[in-house]
């Protein structure tokens, strides 16, 4: 759609635009007695409003500043604890769009790692008892949550990224397409690999009334029922594992594809999935100018260039809405 | 949107998809006799089309294989060398929607990185004359592009990242919105940094007709207009570095409206560009405490977190198509 | 020590030099049956011996090229497995001393990743048991290696990086020095991370006869015996962990020395281990002027500058040889 | 050597130790009226001293807090200004061993980031002059720097790393040893390029006198003379490009001994050089598939493995001190 003109004297018009703190890094500790709970997290703020005095005329009048974003993050760790990375960034988006005229639509991203108490599931303390208030960072996948809300609705998303899988068989690729390019070989067993970045699309969001739940709280511009963020999250990355575990694969698309039906189907909630996976190859090793047979035991894992599959996956009836061009990025 | 229904027996449906291999990292080496030319390039393909049978049932008979992708990428750099990276992309983008009969739709991103001849502008060599065939990688911006075209329309984006810069005076930040958590001081005087990611959109292409060249080629399908794309990218790298340099600034929203204007008015091939703006913290180091006074002379540059500011900025009259989640990701 | 002469016509002398082939990437998978095992190590060899020629003249004759170092570590990983990162970079030592008559001394590096079986444990897979091909990269740390060979001695070492640890309590900081650039206030209760990176260095190996084994192997230039160099590194990691949870510290120093000494105590096959820790500063945020206290319950994770802790630990009597400037890199 | 018996009631010997903040990133402006000048540094400090009890008993009445270390690097470059980062590091070391009556040495490690002034020669501002307050990061090399000081002599290194240079030809690669293992074939023109690494040795310090100068002033635990630092690290990255763009190649230890040597002629003031050089590989693509020749045109550029080539280059007569294990991490 064609823009509105620029104010007179103005050469350009000014288009969409947000602006906010990006990677506050806060840590909550919460104590019962001397058992210690955490939550981390990397928390990024954007909002859109009311700005266009400070972009065409440098006057700031409207803009609240990104260190009060910042400051708003560390006082609703203590106001309002972290319960889960979506709540907590439920709590947020409101605040900055009700407290603060300007605003008109909060987004904030959030990066969360999880830690593992230091005990014997650990790998540490040969004793019985995980210690209490120590932990050990764990490094298999970043929690990625994205929650907007714009006066009228909101729109929650989970997600995952940095997390790595393999199948060291069960995994085909052939009868495709040829061209005078081609010279790939069929591959009847073969490793598969990934890493997974994922974004999937809450119910009874700015997605839309789901069918059968017309009048969901949104649509009041309400916040969104407190459901179980965290089992759902963990729900979901079980699904994803699993289905990745239990798929033949004849090709990372369709493994992708039951990647996502996985989650829609466990997880109720959920009524889109965008996933991005990179395909990365593990090259058997030619080993026959040494005299060796290389049957599927050694591969060479290659950094670039490698390929990349990347999908929506809907509930039936579902709007598409996450973007094609998927970023983990604040 | 709500999607169609998925097929008989599955229980979700596909959505938006693409495919192909990223990050192909070409060199091109072009010789004049001694004297030697290179381009350096990442490219990623996307491609999109008839990909639903190898989704839901693994069969992959429209499937070219994203190792023909990379094969394609090596080929061309041959056939038709690479003028410049926007022109690369097209020419593999066309190929891949005419030529393969499965593909509707080719996405390529470029990076370019960029090389000066050793010689005395690059602090090498003590005599005259610069290398021939010697280079030094200059690390200042990395050249970015993406070419999309789906057999009707083109899209030419051109852009940059990493390009880091800094005003250590007449930049002022004041008059702001205040609430409960604010506690930033207004600056009189402050150091205003930032690394530049930015991308263009140029005119005659998916965007649509401009005012006044309704029958431009692109609407019939045929690919942009041959113009000077490398002068193009340079212009507009330097209208940012100048609008930066020239701007005295009430805040960074600012800057960046005056970044982009500058662009379009420098660069009439231009519709529309993106900034995304870090603004890099370089906080002034209370000295007091050992008696001495900071007279905006030491400065602390810190990492995380950051203000982030974006914004679209657009020739009047034309449509807004870069998305607001700008990505310079594959 | 001053070094020789360098040969007629020469204006500089060489000095230690060591080459090789960094970072093959290289993958193992061993199956029984059904299940399967996989290694993934990163292997960096470097070579020393006589190479005066190809560095003062490009005469190549003594040089094995680093690509045969590569085919090697791929044809070894099919000829003998991957016992373990250490037994494996023992193999490939003794072979380029043993085999290549121009090399002199061989240092290998690995780095491993690690896999978890995707099952219940990992949070994936509904059932009880664990998919017998499908693993998850776990992420909490990677192991390192270095196994050193000159043809007369070995050195072992072992070691990992990564792996991130905090405390919640049981950590104070005063009682300091002052001087007049200090402005830290003492701390009571304060959080303490870290993010571990050690070496140790195994006995029976380059440092010399262990007291009271005079006439081990190494001595005679053989192979380390074949201790367990999994069970080993798992009983160090778990010693890091536990004693860094254990150990109510007064200061990170106090802290690394306890970790140190538990390695040492808990595996008796280990001499002298370095640690270097960085202070993962977790500073409480101030909130007082919103009008709250901060019980310790909000923290901001600082990124830069951190505190840099640095020692090694010694079994008494032991020589001290892994060096002050512990590096993790090929 | 073995190590002294640890305190009655230690199970284990603390060995070499030190401690410091790492990192801390400090921007100094400088004005002349409205020209401004900047020097953008990264600051690691090391010290070792009378630190046993810290790390035995927790008591910290010998420890200067790393606090205190960034304070001291922010307080410093307002009393001092920062000239060279070589200058910065000698008063830094100075005063922690000087006025720290525990610390027995300090070791300071800079990281320097350069910019240039926006205008014609950045390729930014139209007009003739350049910026007097605005500045672009150049990304082509970071300047590094190590100063150790232990209050009878001084050792002051400097260095870079991050520059990266490609010759197109004048390259070859032949004639080398060959066992069971080797593939690779024979080179007669090959791409070579390689991102430098380099740490060099200035003359009158640590090392020890230099011939012909028995009584420079380190002898007396005086500071290095004040030398040009600038001049001369702009002179060895100078001589390294020079090097590495006219030597004709037949390997790259050969291209790297010309290159230490040329700095060591180039450079009286520095006594030793050591040289970090991977190969970044460039191999040319098989085109023949696609009916094509490659005749030296299209690359692949690979990221891992790559060869690392590492060497020491030493003024005849002069101590070989700079550590094997070269390092530019803090």
């Given at each position: 759609?064609?823009?509105?003109?620029?104010?007179?004297?103005?050469?350009?018009?000014?288009?969409?635009?947000?602006?906010?703190?990006?990677?506050?890094?806060?840590?909550?500790?919460?104590?019962?007695?001397?058992?210690?709970?955490?939550?981390?997290?990397?928390?990024?703020?954007?909002?859109?409003?009311?700005?266009?005095?400070?972009?065409?005329?440098?006057?700031?009048?409207?803009?609240?500043?990104?260190?009060?974003?910042?400051?708003?993050?560390?006082?609703?760790?203590?106001?309002?604890?972290?319960?889960?990375?979506?709540?907590?960034?439920?709590?947020?988006?409101?605040?900055?769009?009700?407290?603060?005229?300007?605003?008109?639509?909060?987004?904030?991203?959030?990066?969360?790692?999880?830690?593992?108490?230091?005990?014997?599931?650990?790998?540490?303390?040969?004793?019985?008892?995980?210690?209490?208030?120590?932990?050990?960072?764990?490094?298999?996948?970043?929690?990625?949550?994205?929650?907007?809300?714009?006066?009228?609705?909101?729109?929650?998303?989970?997600?995952?990224?940095?997390?790595?899988?393999?199948?060291?068989?069960?995994?085909?690729?052939?009868?495709f397409l040829k061209d005078r390019y081609t010279t790939l070989r069929e591959?009847?067993?073969?490793?598969?690999?990934?890493?997974?970045?994922?974004?999937?699309?809450?119910?009874?969001?700015?997605?839309?009334?789901?069918?059968?739940?017309?009048?969901?709280?949104?649509?009041?511009?309400?916040?969104?029922?407190?459901?179980?963020?965290?089992?759902?999250?963990?729900?979901?990355?079980?699904?994803?594992?699993?289905?990745?575990?239990?798929?033949?694969?004849?090709?990372?698309?369709?493994?992708?594809?039951?990647?996502?039906?996985?989650?829609?189907?466990?997880?109720?909630?959920?009524?889109?999935?965008?996933?991005?996976?990179?395909?990365?190859?593990?090259?058997?090793?030619?080993?026959?100018?040494?005299?060796?047979?290389?049957?599927?035991?050694?591969?060479?894992?290659?950094?670039?260039?490698?390929?990349?599959?990347?999908?929506?996956?809907?509930?039936?009836?579902?709007?598409?809405?996450?973007?094609?061009?998927?970023?983990?990025?604040?």
């Amino acid at each position: 759609m064609p823009a509105d003109l620029p104010p007179p004297g103005r050469p350009a018009l000014l288009g969409q635009n947000q602006y906010g703190k990006a990677e506050t890094r806060v840590v909550r500790v919460t104590r019962e007695g001397r058992t210690h709970h955490i939550r981390d997290l990397s928390v990024s703020v954007a909002l859109s409003g009311d700005l266009d005095d400070t972009h065409y005329a440098g006057r700031n009048a409207a803009v609240l500043p990104t260190d009060t974003a910042k400051n708003t993050v560390f006082a609703f760790a203590k106001e309002y604890g972290i319960d889960s990375a979506e709540q907590f960034g439920i709590l947020l988006a409101r605040h900055f769009v009700t407290a603060t005229r300007t605003v008109r639509r909060a987004r904030v991203r959030i990066e969360e790692y999880a830690w593992d108490r230091i005990g014997p599931a650990a790998g540490g303390t040969a004793a019985g008892e995980p210690a209490r208030h120590s932990f050990v960072r764990r490094g298999d996948a970043v929690r990625t949550a994205q929650i907007s809300y714009d006066g009228d609705g909101w729109e929650v998303l989970g997600g995952l990224k940095h997390l790595t899988v393999l199948n060291s068989t069960d995994s085909e690729f052939h009868g495709f397409l040829k061209d005078r390019y081609t010279t790939l070989r069929e591959a009847y067993d073969r490793v598969l690999a990934t890493e997974i970045s994922a974004w999937w699309r809450h119910r009874g969001t700015l997605g839309g009334p789901t069918p059968g739940e017309p009048d969901h709280p949104a649509a009041e511009g309400a916040a969104p029922d407190d459901r179980d963020w965290d089992a759902c999250w963990h729900r979901a990355r079980s699904s994803l594992l699993d289905a990745f575990a239990t798929t033949y694969s004849h090709s990372l698309q369709q493994t992708l594809y039951q990647m996502g039906a996985r989650v829609l189907a466990d997880c109720p909630g959920i009524e889109e999935i965008r996933l991005s996976l990179p395909n990365k190859h593990h090259f058997p090793v030619d080993l026959t100018p040494f005299g060796l047979t290389n049957d599927n035991e050694v591969y060479f894992a290659a950094d670039r260039p490698y390929g990349l599959i990347e999908a929506t996956v809907l509930r039936p009836g579902a709007a598409a809405r996450i973007p094609a061009d998927l970023t983990n990025l604040p």
